[in-house]
């Protein structure tokens, strides 16, 4: 990191006590920066690193039982799943070898098995091998700058499950509710509002305080369903802006946060570069997302920290999450200044992580916790 106030500051807590960082420190999935994902060992590593809110990723199993994972149907890359033939062969696409002509597929969902088989994967590092011609090799060809120390057969968790071990910690919960897959159109909006509502009876059936629990969704649908119909719970939904990946899209996402905010919506979460942008001297300033969505007093929250990789090499290829401020982005503390960015001039009030210490020790030393 270069010389700076920042630097200096930050340099000047290294000594000090370190706290939980409340609301203010997110785990993204646990702490995929070296532990699998959604794994009961990730979520313990983003304890210890004081996380205040540790991400439960929700899916469900062929019996509707709720589980944490990223998505439906990636178990092919985030588990052993396809080492075990009995449950490899329950895949919605077994595993077909690469050839000259094809890379190495396959398509593994946790509807295609049960909850018990579920918890008798092994949580991996999220990884595939195209070139792969048995599901051994498969396992392999994560990015280099992931370390593959902890990966040793990580646990998978049931989502009651996790809210059992959070609630033990004494932490705080931010359930994603995932989209279900190939469910036909005229029966979408039934199955969606049955699954968020399943999501939050498994708080209200374990007696946690809805304070405790930020729901999150990419479709404003599911927001407004639990805004409406789980106040307690909709207060503090989370509504996850994907809009804004296009030029149209971002238009209207910021078109359209004095509406949501007149319709319950309280939390925004756009990903880091719908929040920053760059000025003409090199300065990294609030963008036009962020000043919007101030103006209709909305909440912001930022994902996600820590996922790009080494600084240099993220912004040199335009990464999806530092595209907007790449062009002054030239080494791993800089990831300070996106922070330092994020809270100063964005004005946001939590961020995911996917090694949430260094949000933990940025909040310590500033007083955010």
């Not at 060809?141 to 004494?170: A, F, M, P």
């Not at 359209?256 to 942008?277: C, E």
Request: proline share 5%; hydrophobic share 35%.
């Amino acid at each position: 990191m270069d010389d700076s106030p920042l630097k200096n500051q930050l340099s000047s807590c290294s000594e000090r006590p370190i706290h939980y960082a409340s609301t203010f420190s997110i785990s993204h999935r646990g702490a995929p920066l070296q532990f699998p994902e959604h794994s009961r060992e990730g979520m313990l590593a983003a304890a210890r690193q004081g996380a205040g809110i540790i991400e439960c990723d929700v899916t469900f199993t062929q019996d509707n039982r709720l589980v944490c994972r990223h998505s439906q149907c990636d178990l092919h890359t985030t588990t052993n799943i396809l080492t075990i033939p009995s449950l490899a062969a329950k895949c919605t696409k077994p595993f077909s070898p690469a050839t000259h002509k094809k890379s190495a597929a396959a398509k593994c969902c946790t509807s295609d098995i049960t909850l018990a088989e579920f918890k008798s994967l092994c949580a991996k590092m999220d990884s595939s091998n195209a070139s792969a011609v048995t599901p051994e090799d498969y396992q392999h060809g994560g990015q280099l700058w992931r370390t593959e120390l902890y990966n040793q057969c990580g646990t998978l968790v049931e989502h009651t499950e996790y809210i059992k071990l959070i609630d033990s910690l004494g932490l705080q919960f931010s359930p994603e509710l995932k989209a279900r897959e190939a469910v036909p159109r005229f029966n979408r909006k039934h199955v969606q509002e049955a699954h968020a509502q399943q999501v939050i009876d498994d708080y209200k059936n374990l007696n946690i305080s809805p304070s405790r629990v930020w729901p999150q969704s990419f479709s404003e649908a599911a927001i407004l369903y639990w805004i409406q119909h789980e106040p307690a719970f909709g207060k503090q939904a989370v509504y996850l802006d994907s809009r804004v990946n296009t030029p149209s899209g971002y238009a209207e996402a910021v078109a359209s946060l004095p509406r949501l905010q007149q319709r319950g919506v309280r939390i925004m979460a756009p990903p880091i570069f719908a929040l920053l942008n760059t000025s003409a001297d090199g300065e990294i300033v609030s963008s036009e997302y962020a000043r919007a969505a101030k103006d209709a007093g909305l909440n912001l929250i930022a994902w996600s920290l820590e996922r790009s990789g080494p600084i240099k090499l993220a912004a040199a290829a335009g990464d999806y999450y530092i595209q907007s401020i790449a062009g002054v982005l030239h080494k791993d503390g800089d990831i300070y200044r996106i922070l330092d960015a994020l809270v100063n001039k964005a004005g946001v009030k939590g961020i995911f992580s996917d090694w949430p210490g260094t949000v933990t020790y940025y909040a310590n030393c500033m007083g955010l916790w």
